[in-house]
């Protein structure tokens, strides 16, 4: 099955602690991005990569750090430099960021730091 | 910020029309109109998208006013598993522009 896979669905660190989540899509899309979502709240973008070794910030891209080594894979490290990391993570792909191409969503990531 | 507004919440019989109207007065004469659902706790499901032109697909209809200033989304004949919150976007600058959505409950 294409899709895109994102682990683990719950997460929990200590303030003070960096912590990785992973994003995989075999969906061969070039673009892929990381959304943070707050309660009640729509989607806010983090950062987005249109292409391997490329990325760009997105709205909020304080604390965060993404690399995209290969196309399949585009880890999100949430920093302790991040003031409010508890929240729903989503990740997305799509086949490029040019034209209006579809997003396609994984199943996202609840992280609670405490 | 958001390019979008759409009310709060909205109810639906089952079986009936939902109708989720969207207010992007705005919007650029280039950008798209997206229209995506999440379900509680997962991630967002694509719907339809459109430009000038009214959209259907096996999920809806997107019907979009000649200024372009508003938008209505149609599930024709809604079920319970409809019941999500309905985001309408606007795709500018290669990003998707979110914002608060609108939580559509379908009743028995």
């Known amino acids: ?114 | 910020d958001a390019k979008t507004t759409q009310p709060t919440s909205m109810d639906c019989a089952e079986g009936r029309a939902a109708n989720l109207p969207c207010n992007h007065s705005t919007i650029s004469g280039n950008e798209y109109v997206y229209w995506y659902r999440q379900i509680h706790s997962q991630g967002p499901q694509y719907i339809i998208h459109g430009l000038k032109n009214n959209e259907t697909n096996e999920m809806a209809s997107l019907i979009i006013t000649e200024d372009r200033k508003s938008s209505t989304l149609i599930l024709p004949h809604a079920t319970l598993r409809d019941t999500a919150v309905y985001y309408c976007i606007v795709y500018s600058n290669y990003q998707l522009i979110w914002g608060a959505g609108t939580k559509l409950i379908i009743k028995p």
Not at chain 1, 8 to 21: A, C, I, S
Not at chain 1, 42 to 71: C, H, P
Request: charged share 20%; hydrophobic share 25%.
């Open chain 1, 1 to 114: 099955d294409g899709g895109i896979t994102q682990s683990p669905k719950y997460l929990f660190r200590k303030e003070g602690q960096n912590v990785t989540l992973s994003c995989e899509q075999n969906l061969n899309h070039d673009a892929m991005y990381w959304y943070r979502q707050d309660p009640g709240q729509g989607l806010r973008l983090i950062y987005y990569s249109q292409i391997v070794n490329d990325f760009q910030k997105g709205d909020i891209a304080e604390g965060y750090s993404v690399s995209r080594e290969k196309k399949e894979s585009f880890p999100l490290t949430v920093t302790s430099a991040q003031k409010n990391p508890t929240a729903f993570y989503l990740c997305a792909s799509s086949m490029g960021t040019g034209g209006p191409y579809e997003q396609y969503f994984g199943p996202g990531t609840r992280l609670t730091v405490t």
